[in-house]
């Protein structure tokens, strides 16, 4: 098979790091496998291994025509069988699919809230998946939403995967005290939801004894970060919460932590969970998209209603108050991690699922 992963952008966000995951995963496994960036690069692609091919298309509009050829003449070149469009990308890959109509696309769809939108907010993709051989998604809600309105009825849950390998050297040392860092590793901007995870730090009084709380994610310097800063400023707990913006070396940031956070509105598959896992995190999260299948509540974590500042605080007191649930819960989730959400169980459901 020749494949290559298309996507808008290499910032670090979800749909980006399983491109990046994936093209990566199978160039040890399919004869070609590329990754093309269509409109921006990013901290991303210092993750793209040496032996993916990996394209920057400079997409500058909606309908660039320099940008449909270059990623034709890549596609010829290559002999591509099958465009792997993540997200907003499969607009470009129909455009060219239209002079090259014997190649497939393949869109994955990572949008957690469009499981609650309509049809007519997503009526382009509706009428251009009649151009797509199959649709992949991250979690249940979505595999339903696309069945019942794409005019493409192939549709096909993959898991996402993380892998265990370490490849970026330490850079980044946490404040606060081992043993009592709260990590939340997710960018700054909604529905990430990260002001209910503020509410109940200072609510709880964890900065009374010594828990500290990490943001890391990119920083957009929008109305939405300056809510955070505001907060934790009109607060004074500028010494118990800390931005880092955007890291490469999330395994080592990971590895100084004792709780993993996730605190989202809205989610599809957050790969977060997955590396807080592999990490050996105690984790508390939200109970939305597929979180609930990934994290079993009082088995392997424990969960609560977004919308909730009492679930929220009474979940993340509990973890914090109990080092033997922690050790417990984090044991459990890595456990579980590895056997069902392993680059190795997931890339061989991905392959099957090409053919």
Request: proline residues 2%; hydrophobic residues 45%; aromatic residues 10%.
């Amino acid at each position: 098979m020749r494949i290559v992963q298309l996507i808008d952008s290499l910032d670090a966000g979800g749909a980006e790091r399983m491109a990046v995951n994936y093209a990566n995963a199978l160039a040890g496994k399919i004869t070609f496998s590329g990754l093309a960036a269509t409109r921006k690069e990013g901290i991303l692609k210092d993750q793209v291994h040496s032996d993916v091919s990996y394209f920057f298309l400079q997409k500058k509009r909606s309908i660039d025509f320099s940008a449909i050829l270059r990623l034709r003449k890549y596609i010829l070149k290559n002999q591509i069988e099958i465009v792997h469009a993540h997200s907003s990308s499969f607009f470009i890959a129909v455009l060219v699919k239209l002079t090259l109509p014997k190649v497939k696309i393949v869109w994955h769809d990572h949008y957690g809230t469009r499981a609650k939108e309509s049809k007519k907010e997503n009526r382009v993709l509706i009428f251009l998946s009649r151009f797509f051989s199959s649709i992949f998604v991250v979690n249940l809600q979505l595999e339903a939403w696309n069945r019942k309105n794409m005019k493409c009825s192939n549709v096909i849950f993959i898991p996402n995967f993380t892998s265990s390998e370490n490849v970026f050297d330490p850079e980044t040392t946490l404040k606060g005290i081992n043993g009592k860092r709260i990590v939340f590793l997710a960018n700054l901007k909604n529905p990430k939801n990260h002001i209910l995870i503020l509410k109940a730090f200072l609510e709880l009084k964890l900065n009374e004894s010594d828990w500290s709380l990490h943001l890391v994610g990119k920083d957009y310097f929008d109305a939405y970060s300056e809510v955070l800063k505001e907060f934790i400023k009109l607060h004074s707990l500028e010494n118990h919460i800390h931005l880092y913006g955007a890291k490469n070396d999330v395994k080592h940031i990971l590895s100084q932590a004792a709780i993993g956070v996730l605190s989202s509105t809205e989610e599809g598959f957050p790969v977060t969970l997955l590396e807080y896992g592999l990490s050996n995190l105690a984790v508390v999260s939200t109970n939305v998209g597929y979180c609930p299948l990934v994290i079993k509540n009082e088995v392997n974590g424990l969960l609560f209603d977004p919308s909730s500042i009492t679930e929220v605080k009474e979940q993340l007191l509990k973890m914090i108050k109990d080092d033997l649930l922690r050790q417990k819960m984090s044991d459990s989730l890595k456990q579980s991690v590895l056997e069902n959400y392993s680059e190795e169980v997931v890339i061989s459901k991905l392959i099957t699922a090409y053919q």
